[in-house]
T-cell receptor, first 115, second 109 residues
């Protein structure tokens, strides 16, 4: 059974460029979460979707960040324009929102470096 | 909103000793408390979770306890092994999780 799939695994780009991170959740999961992890701030929730609808984007740092989920099997997180302080590991996680609360399963992450 | 505090930030033990990591949360509505293990350069992996209707849960060498009244929960690892060395995160919430700041556990042979 495939887990959460993220691409790319690594991204190095110059300041000002657009960055797009991609995520494919586990089949059958209807909740999707984007996290950012840094040494200084730890693991922060940026946004989450339920049934492809954004539910809470209060963690998105600023207007340069946007996320979409056009269908149940694909989501993107876009940064435009990128800045050096955006350098971090970005994780996508998914869960099944059934009866009660369900575990979140993380992808392998995208390590983003903005020069 | 929910706030989760985790202690200690680092923990060094000898192989075979027990390790305990503690977390407190602020929102009494939180009813799901997972623990994740993250090895260097890897993704967080769920190792155990507990829901608010349960006080304790065990899985081999790992156990979690929950005190809803005091709003704290703990991870207990017995008979630690070098491969237990990693960063451990607690989390609390309902639909969305708030994570603690992590505990770096080092198990020395």
């Amino acid at each position: 059974d495939a887990g959460v799939i993220q691409s790319p695994r690594h991204e190095v780009t110059e300041m000002g460029q657009e960055v797009t991170l991609r995520c494919k959740p586990i089949s059958g999961h209807n909740s999707l979460f984007w996290y950012r992890q840094t040494m200084m701030r730890g693991l922060e929730l940026l946004i989450y979707f339920n049934n492809n609808v954004p539910i809470d984007d209060s963690g998105m740092p600023e207007d340069r960040f946007s996320a979409k989920m056009p269908n149940a099997s694909f989501s993107t997180l876009k940064i435009q324009p990128s800045e050096p302080r955006d350098s971090a590991v970005y994780f996508c996680a998914s869960s099944y929102e059934g009866i009660g609360n369900q575990p979140q399963h993380f992808g392998d992450g995208t390590r983003l470096s903005i020069l | 909103g929910e706030n989760v505090e985790q202690h200690p930030s680092t923990l060094s033990v000898q192989e075979g000793d027990s390790a305990v990591i503690k977390c407190t949360y602020s929102d009494s509505a939180s009813n799901y408390f997972p623990w994740y293990k993250q090895e260097l350069g890897k993704r967080p992996q769920l190792i155990i979770d507990i829901r608010s209707n349960v006080g304790e849960k065990k899985d081999q060498r790992i156990a979690v306890t929950l005190n809803k009244t005091a709003k704290h929960f703990s991870l207990h690892i017995t008979e630690t092994q070098p491969e237990d060395s990693a960063v451990y995160f607690c989390a609390a919430g309902f639909q969305k999780l708030v994570f603690g700041t992590g505990t770096r556990l080092l198990v020395s042979p």
